[in-house]
């Protein structure tokens, strides 16, 4: 069955310092891959997302993301984090084949709080 | 990209009544899901909202209790039956317009059960 694995379930890191988040998959079939983040009390927002092709992919607010299929990963990077960035982060993954009514399987999240 | 909707955006209910959420989207999607964030966890999806036809339910969730309606391709609802406490969540409707889209998700109905 597939799943999607964050370890960290939280991280502190200092403003302006680097990110990654850690996000590992497992999936039968070629997976597409999405980050999204969740402020508090607000809705999901699309961080980036991996269909195909070029295995690093760039997305909003500086975020982004490597794809890569020998280790099933897909982490989550920012050069220099910002105090705006404090939220919880999801990692998903879904099916890139014709089954239809296949929806994103999530993680756990990995809460990020900035410290200055 | 698509625009949705879900009325009501929260609401507090009695245990052992029942709360019918609605989930509008701006335009024809194939494909309608629900999920479910409980306090402080991730989202699990309930079930795959089938035109036309009976959900798709996950492991875990039945009809009985979590009823689902699609009449059309831009409109479902799922209602929260026989509530108790356990059913405080934010409940989520999601789309995707085709298999090499985006999955979007609106904006939740948080849901508080006493």
């Known amino acids: 069955a597939q799943s999607v694995t964050q370890p960290d379930i939280h991280i502190t890191v200092s403003e302006g310092a680097s990110l990654e988040l850690r996000c590992n998959y497992s999936?039968?079939?070629?997976?597409?891959l999405f980050w999204y983040v969740q402020s508090p009390g607000q809705g999901l927002q699309l961080l980036l997302k991996?269909?195909?092709?070029?295995?690093l992919v760039q997305g909003i607010k500086g975020f982004e993301a490597e794809f890569k299929r020998s280790q099933s990963s897909f982490n989550l990077r920012k050069p220099s984090v910002h105090w705006s960035d404090a939220a919880e982060y999801f990692c998903?993954?879904?099916?890139?084949?014709?089954?239809?009514?296949?929806?994103?399987?999530f993680g756990k999240g990995t809460t990020l709080s900035v410290s200055s | 990209s698509a625009v949705i909707s879900q009325k009501p955006s929260r609401d507090i209910c009695q245990r052992g009544t029942s709360l019918t959420i609605q989930c509008q989207v701006d335009?024809?999607?194939?494909?309608m899901f629900w999920y479910r964030q409980q306090p402080g966890q991730s989202l699990t999806l309930i079930a795959t909202?089938?035109?036309?036809?009976?959900?798709?339910?996950e492991s875990g969730f039945v009809i009985d209790k979590f009823p689902i309606s699609r009449p059309n391709l831009t409109f479902s609802t799922l209602t929260v039956s026989n509530m108790s406490p356990e059913d405080s969540s934010i409940y989520l409707c999601?789309?995707?317009?085709?298999?090499?889209?985006?999955?979007?998700f609106g904006p939740g109905t948080r849901l508080t059960v006493l």
């Open positions: 991996y269909f195909s092709g070029d295995t």
């Open positions: 909202a089938n035109q036309g036809s009976e959900a798709t339910y």
């Open positions: 335009s024809q999607v194939t494909m």
């Open positions: 998903a993954v879904g099916a890139l084949a014709n089954q239809a009514g296949t929806a994103l399987i």
């Open positions: 999601s789309v995707r317009t085709s298999l090499h889209d985006t999955q979007y």
């Open positions: 999936y039968g079939a070629t997976p597409y």
